[in-house]
């Protein structure tokens, strides 16, 4: 375990920005290269991400209880919730990347895709992650660390995003099935760090830390030169490719923002279903109207271009796709977006925009 | 995360069928451009996952040798880079080289040799997919559990601490607990889903229903596919293998006394039937092989009940100590209509006691000898070299049976492996010629020949230690010749 020289909050930030970053580093290693043993680089990288977060927390752990700070204790030591939750995720990456990799030289994919192992390490990864937006917000102490916890619940969206992938490519931004994943997910976070947070628009700042470090894999990852190693190679590529460009989450981001920062008192008092209602259907509303019409850009020739890395120009290699695919919506995998599935989005919106309003108000006082 | 990668992939990753049963390395010897070569390759169990080659040539003036895997279902443009083979350090004549496939299925892998000669490649058949369920090892189990304990305590207690402010604390350790037993029984669920439906797609031989009829004068053998058998099983998409659509054996239980090799003819796309010879009667297992259209093979398996044979007394009833070696002589080759037997159908019965002394008895006085000298160990490449002998003792002149010098079946006693071989190796000849013509390349017709024309050789490596029983199959001027071989096959070192 790397040895924590800098301020721990620094260290942890780093790493739980890394944790989502690495993962798609590895997505696109993956989709590109494909030649990928337990100590490839994107493999090591997020594996070093793991343990500096570890790292980081045990520190916040070990000054905590020198100083008898308060927080939650376990025997005589004493540490921040989102620490231990770090250090609970770590360990449940050491045994999840024991079993995964006893799963990966045995089933190999032929046993398909979220087996156990997977689940497990995704769960790790959320912990990890989690814990260091639950760490940092609770530190907030002058503006930079309020930055600091906005970008940590960037990565938390990131790690959102991560899991969501295979549902996430425009071509499935019509269906059913990614409004009501995205709906049950991203507000609970967002509504969170909108009550949480203590810069002036922190749901907003969230979502755009987001669509920063995704964005930054979209532009960057290509710059790299690589080809597949593996066939048969059905799209034949050169550079590294790009993930799908983030989802536009700053506009249902500063809807909620709006909705609960319009005055304080309304904020102090947020965690009811009415405010849930309220926000759910905002979430909702706002975020399948950009990305409804997003998608449709970034299938267009216009997102043809390195900046939105659309235009269905790059597929992963193993993937034998249709030339008319490549730039459609994809209805025959799941239903369009219809009444009952936007009903559904709204509910799920409703729900995690609750979970939200509760999670939020729990952090803000330990803030 | 690997999962996202893969997610289109395994919507792509599909069953496949497998040849031979237990033996999943392929052999091949055989020649590109002008220089003979010998390639084994050790497809990987799991896929992704890494296939190893081990190519041995005699010449030395081959300056580089590289494989490149491909996909059969995918076009030629689909290739990936080939992977250029090394030296093996201290072997003046192997050369070694690592590939990876993505995914289970049929492939060809091309090899390819640069040499002042002109160099030469040849495309060698594979047929990859997993063979065994995973067994976890017991002390990484018990790591797991006790690392899953450890994990559901500390979320108790940090569920239970993160809520004592509120006074919930009993409430929220409570929650947690659930949520963990909740979370163990799921995944629990959905590993044995999956391990039902990785199990569901294992390479295994597939069961067929097999039965006699008789008329008058002759017992017909039938094969129709199992109501359990695939889509993809189907018998409409058969391609040719040495000149037929299906080569099939009979081993007489408990003895493997008697043996025959036939070749049924298909009398529509879900029947196969084909004149049975003259075998005593009693259990016979049955082993089928079929190639298809795409370069896969099956192997097809089932037991069948064979009644005495009609009108003739059963050949081999009565053999003191000796053993007989029929094949037809005058029928026509692949009879339209299977009132006869095939020209190339032959079977044998009785087992010399000779069978363990590399001497085994041929009908009409003569002998076979099993000639290879080196120890039979497990996963060692070897060469398998017979030499046939006249009742004079004289060697006898070997002539083509179905266009090999001769052909090798290979069974374990506890029927864990049972191959078809022929001296151009393991490998399906439809398959091969098929990529041939895909690629350009020249079919690997078998070197074949011994070092004397009496002799055949065939290259393998025994998958697991163990008793194996071979019948050696080869035409002489009066029929074909088999001769039967038991061997101990030892452990690996």
């Known amino acids: 375990m790397i040895r924590a020289r800098m301020a721990p909050e620094a260290l942890l930030l780093a790493a739980a920005i890394a944790v989502p970053l690495t993962l798609f580093w590895d997505f696109s290693w993956e989709s590109t290269i494909n030649v990928d043993r337990f100590f490839g680089p994107p493999h090591a990288a997020n594996y070093l991400a793991v343990a500096a977060a570890a790292a980081a927390a045990f520190r916040l752990v070990a000054v905590s209880t020198r100083r008898g700070d308060g927080g939650v204790s376990l025997g005589r030591a004493r540490g921040p919730l989102g620490a231990w939750i770090v250090l609970w995720g770590a360990l449940a990456f050491v045994a999840a990347l024991l079993f995964d990799r006893w799963w990966q030289s045995n089933y190999g994919l032929a046993a398909g895709i979220w087996h156990p192992p997977q689940i497990a390490k995704a769960l790790a990864y959320f912990a990890v992650v989690s814990g260091a937006w639950i760490a940092l917000v609770a530190r907030q102490t002058s503006t930079a660390a309020a930055i600091a916890a906005a970008f940590a619940a960037g990565a938390v969206l990131a790690m959102i995003s991560v899991v969501t992938t295979a549902q996430s490519f425009a071509n499935r931004q019509h269906s059913s099935v990614f409004y009501e994943l995205g709906c049950a997910t991203y507000p609970l976070v967002l509504v969170a760090h909108a009550l949480a947070g203590r810069l002036r628009a922190p749901a907003s700042a969230a979502a755009g830390a987001y669509m920063a470090l995704v964005g930054a894999m979209v532009w960057v990852l290509p710059r790299f030169a690589a080809t597949p190693q593996a066939g048969p190679v059905y799209n034949a590529l050169d550079h590294l490719l790009a993930p799908p460009f983030p989802l536009l989450l700053i506009v249902p981001a500063a809807g909620l923002d709006f909705l609960l920062r319009r005055s304080p008192g309304r904020r102090a008092s947020s965690s009811g279903w009415a405010d849930a209602l309220e926000c759910g259907c905002a979430f909702f509303g706002l975020f399948a109207l950009t990305q409804w019409l997003f998608s449709a850009f970034l299938l267009s020739p216009g997102a043809d271009q390195w900046f939105f890395a659309g235009g269905g120009r790059d597929w992963p290699f193993f993937l034998r796709i249709d030339p008319e695919a490549r730039t459609a919506f994809w209805d025959f995998m799941s239903p369009g977006l219809d009444l009952v599935g936007g009903f559904v989005a709204a509910a799920l919106a409703i729900g995690s925009s609750r979970a939200g309003l509760w999670l939020g108000g729990a952090l803000r006082g330990k803030a | ?493």
């Open chain 2, 1 to 493: 995360m690997r999962s996202l990668a893969a997610l289109a992939l395994a919507l792509f990753l599909a069953a496949t069928a497998a040849a031979h049963v237990g033996s999943p390395n392929v052999f091949f010897e055989g020649r590109a451009g002008v220089h003979p070569l010998r390639v084994v390759i050790r497809p990987p169990q799991t896929f992704p996952g890494l296939a190893q080659a081990d190519i041995r040539i005699a010449d030395a003036d081959v300056t580089a040798v590289s494989v490149q895997p491909a996909f059969l279902d995918a076009g030629s443009e689909a290739l990936p880079p080939p992977s250029p083979a090394e030296r093996v350090a201290g072997e003046a004549e192997l050369w070694n080289a690592t590939f990876w496939l993505l995914r289970r299925g049929s492939y060809g892998v091309e090899v390819k040799l640069e040499s002042p000669r002109g160099g030469g490649r040849v495309a060698v058949p594979l047929q990859a997919a997993a063979l065994a369920r995973p067994v976890m090892p017991p002390a990484l189990g018990v790591t797991l559990i006790a690392l899953g304990l450890l994990l559901g305590a500390f979320a108790v207690w940090l569920s239970a601490a993160a809520a004592r402010d509120t006074g919930r604390a009993r409430f929220a350790a409570i929650a947690a607990a659930l949520v963990c037993c909740a979370a163990v029984w799921g995944g629990n669920w959905r590993w044995q889903q999956m391990d039902r439906d990785f199990a569901n797609a294992l390479a295994k031989p597939l069961p067929v229903s097999s039965a006699v009829r008789t008329d008058d004068a002759r017992n017909f053998l039938q094969l129709v596919p199992t109501r359990e058998a695939p889509a993809t099983a189907a018998w409409d998409t058969l391609v040719t293998d040495h000149g037929k659509l299906m080569h099939l054996f009979l081993v007489r239980e408990p003895d493997f006394d008697a043996f025959a090799h036939l070749h049924p003819v298909r009398r529509d796309p879900r029947n196969f039937e084909g004149v049975l010879p003259p075998l005593p009667g009693g259990t016979y297992q049955l082993y089928a092989e079929v190639t298809h259209e795409d370069g896969s093979n099956e192997t097809l398996v089932s037991k069948v009940n064979l009644p005495p044979p009609v009108g003739l007394a059963a050949q081999g009833d009565a053999l003191p100590g000796g053993v007989m070696c029929l094949s037809p002589t005058a029928v026509p080759a692949n009879a339209a209509e299977p009132t006869a037997l095939d020209f190339d159908d032959s079977w044998h019965m009785g087992i010399s006691d000779a069978a363990r002394d590399k001497r085994a008895p041929l009908m009409g006085g003569g002998r076979m000898e099993f000639l290879t000298a080196d120890p039979l160990v497990a996963d060692r490449d070897t060469s398998l070299r017979f030499g046939a002998f006249g009742a004079d003792g004289a060697p006898l002149l070997l002539e083509p049976y179905m266009g090999m010098l001769g052909h090798a079946v290979l069974r374990r006693s506890d029927g864990t492996v049972f191959t078809h071989l022929h001296p151009a190796g393991s490998i399906s000849m439809a398959a091969a010629e098929m990529l041939a013509k895909r690629d350009g390349t020249v079919s690997p017709m078998p070197l074949s020949a011994g070092a004397r024309p009496n002799e055949v050789e065939f290259p393998y490596a025994f998958p697991q230690p163990g008793e194996y029983r071979m019948w050696i199959q080869v035409r002489a001027k009066t029929g074909v010749l088999t001769g039967v071989f038991d061997v101990v096959v030892a452990e690996r070192g």
